[in-house]
């Protein structure tokens, strides 16, 4: 089953705004991961943040984590057109596994 | 240097065909994963190598899903007597170490099953 799970499904913006994506996961966790995968093919990896950390950022990415309420969030701050592709949170399996384990991703359209 | 790559980028079969998908990871990378990304939907996770032990296979969907990882390296994953829901993008990715750590994804197999 899913570990975690991201909030809007899908979100069109127009560029210079700010997006935001949540993720909420079930069972608790290590750590937590972003990734950024455009037209259906490979993943990258954006940011990883840990479960003792509050918030991370990385150039225009802001991710936060808020263990207490199983959440995560992911703003991307003056998107761009090039931002455009789905996001996905990715949170070790449940029983300590470890194995990253994706939710179904949120689709980002930035309109130039 | 190099990252992860798959071969073939595509592959069209047919029904009941069996087909092989390859993973080269990145060098020195212990841990190996396969995933599946039916279209639209989020990744679904199918086995794990980790060093020298066993592979989690507990995401395989049936007995005709099969993966091998020869020499801690490049991996095979086997689908047996291929059926349309097969039809998906298989992903490879690696990664350093185990424990949840960043994962260096491949560009992917495309198989459709017709």
């Known amino acids: 089953s899913q570990q975690g799970e991201e909030d809007p499904q899908a979100l069109s913006i127009q560029e210079g705004e700010n997006a935001t994506m949540n993720c909420s996961y079930k069972?608790?966790?290590?750590?937590l991961q972003w990734y950024r995968q455009n037209s259906g093919r490979g993943l990258v990896h954006l940011i990883l943040?840990?479960?003792?950390?509050r918030e991370k950022h990385s150039g225009r990415l802001r991710v936060t984590l808020d263990t207490s309420k199983k959440s995560s969030s992911l703003l991307i701050t003056a998107s761009r057109a090039a931002d455009t592709a789905s996001y996905f949170c990715?949170?070790?399996?449940?029983?300590?596994?470890?194995?990253?384990?994706f939710g179904r991703g949120t689709s980002l359209i930035v309109h130039p | 240097g190099a990252g992860v790559s798959q071969s073939p980028s595509n592959k069209v079969t047919e029904k009941g065909k069996d087909v092989e998908l390859r993973c080269d990871p990145i060098?020195?990378?212990?841990?190996l994963y396969w995933y599946r990304q039916s279209l639209g939907q989020g990744l679904e996770f199918l086995i794990y190598?980790?060093?020298?032990?066993?592979?989690?296979k507990s995401g395989l969907p049936s007995d005709r899903f099969s993966a091998e990882r020869t020499g801690g390296s490049v991996s095979t994953l086997t689908i047996q007597r291929t059926q349309q829901e097969d039809s998906a993008v298989y992903l490879c990715?690696?990664?350093?170490?185990?424990?949840?750590?960043?994962?260096?994804f491949g560009p992917g197999t495309r198989l459709t099953v017709l």
């Open positions: 990715a690696s990664s350093l170490l185990a424990g949840g750590n960043e994962q260096f």
């Open positions: 943040i840990r479960s003792n950390e």
């Open positions: 190598f980790q060093g020298n032990s066993a592979p989690d």
């Open positions: 060098s020195g990378h212990t841990a």
């Open positions: 990715a949170t070790p399996t449940s029983g300590g596994s470890y194995i990253p384990t």
């Open positions: 069972t608790s966790i290590n750590n």
